[in-house]
């Protein structure tokens, strides 16, 4: 390979992807995109629940140890990954429009936070149904429990942040250093178990080598995984796009979509 060649490329490469970038934050753009895309990804998502819920409701074999009562984790496991995963995104979403004056990112971060808060507080709530035949109570002050409650929390303030302030901007800067500060405690709640002596279960997909479930009842929950990632999306693409049109509708081309 010719390495002036390559330099040269580099830029014109790095130039795109920045291109890209900000088509892809555009208020406009973004709102087209995820109107075509919404819908596709909710139907998905409502076939993949459809046949997750089927597979591990009614066709995986009870566990050995809990009988039927441990169906409640294909809710619980796929809502709890969520509300990490979401959480991270909101991040992601307020850092890009705290540094890149992206107002697309606080939007998208705004529209997060319900989701993420509704992924958490169901984690909660079946975590706690769970806990009862097994630990013989709705709750205790568990690391994994508490720093879950914690999320919720977070979920909370930023939204509440959001509110407080009647300057929109301010408003999103503040939460977004809300959102930034309230990474750290993603990594607590995933490594509690092992940090800690927990009383909660350990992981059984993510760890390294083969998941200690059996396929039947991997397969459903996997499924279920995918479902509400695909939901997620097109929860989230509706979210934007109404924040949106009412973010901006003192620009031409809401104007225009509204008057059509």
């Not at 409640?72 to 890009?96: D, E, K, L, N, Q």
């Not at 979920?155 to 901007?169: C, H, N, P, Q, V």
Request: glycine share 6%.
């Amino acid at each position: 390979m010719n390495p002036s060649r390559s330099k040269a490329q580099r830029p014109a490469s790095t130039k795109r992807s920045w291109l890209w970038f900000h088509r892809f934050g555009s208020p406009e753009y973004f709102y087209h995109f995820s109107g075509k895309w919404a819908p596709r990804c909710g139907l998905i998502a409502l076939i993949l629940l459809i046949v997750g819920l089927y597979g591990g409701l009614v066709a995986a074999p009870p566990d050995y140890q809990m009988g039927n009562s441990y169906r409640i984790i294909f809710i619980h496991v796929p809502s709890a990954w969520m509300s990490m995963f979401i959480y991270v995104v909101m991040a992601i979403a307020a850092g890009t429009g705290l540094v890149w004056k992206m107002k697309l990112g606080h939007v998208v971060a705004r529209s997060c936070a319900p989701l993420g808060a509704m992924f958490t507080f169901c984690a909660l709530v079946t975590g706690s149904l769970w806990g009862k035949p097994t630990w013989g109570t709705f709750w205790i002050w568990d690391a994994r429990l508490t720093s879950e409650l914690v999320l919720l929390f977070l979920y909370f303030g930023y939204m509440a942040l959001t509110s407080a302030i009647e300057d929109r901007k301010t408003a999103s800067q503040a939460a977004a250093i809300l959102a930034l500060v309230g990474v750290v405690n993603i990594p607590i709640i995933h490594f509690s178990v092992e940090w800690w002596n927990t009383l909660h279960q350990g992981s059984t997909i993510t760890k390294l080598g083969r998941p200690t479930i059996d396929i039947n009842m991997l397969v459903p929950l996997l499924i279920m995984f995918a479902a509400v990632n695909f939901y997620f999306i097109a929860a989230l693409f509706n979210r934007v796009r109404f924040e949106l049109l009412s973010q901006e509708r003192q620009t031409n081309w809401v104007r225009n979509i509204v008057n059509v």
